[in-house]
Nanobody
Framework: QVQLVESGGGLVQAGGSLRLSCAAS????????MGWFRQAPGKEREFVAA???????THYADSVEGRFTIFRDNTKIMYLQMNSLKPEDTAVYYC???????????????WGQGTQVTVSS
């Protein structure tokens, strides 16, 4: 079983930066692929970014490519560095995890509770 807790959300002006963190519990954290989804008001949840178990492979949604960076360390924490933020990035951001790198982008096994990111214009 994996439990995920996000932190780092908040209010930022357009063009600013935020770093989200996801702390994972469970002894098998290092074997899981991880990622981020987001859900804006009135919209469906959408994939944002994913990273494989070793950190050697990453994938991004077109809308964040070049602005967001996903990375992980060996202390059960995964991060999403968000730069050049836009008002359309406003959403609740969810940390996700799964045993399959490809499936974590489509149907993750585990979800965090979410953290709010608000970008003002």
């Amino acid at each position: 079983q994996v439990q995920l807790v996000e932190s780092g959300g908040g209010l930022v002006q357009a063009g600013g930066s935020l770093r989200l963190s996801c702390a994972a519990s469970g002894r098998t954290f290092s074997t899981y692929a991880m990622g981020w989804f987001r859900q804006a008001p009135g919209k469906e949840r959408e994939f944002v970014a994913a990273i494989n178990w070793s950190g050697g492979s990453t994938h991004y949604a077109d809308s964040v490519e070049g602005r967001f960076t996903i990375f992980r360390d060996n202390t059960k924490i995964m991060y999403l560095q968000m730069n050049s933020l836009k008002p359309e990035d406003t959403a609740v951001y969810y940390c996700v995890a799964g045993t399959s790198y490809s499936m974590v982008m489509l149907k993750p096994d585990y979800w965090g509770q979410g953290t709010q990111v608000t970008v003002s214009s």
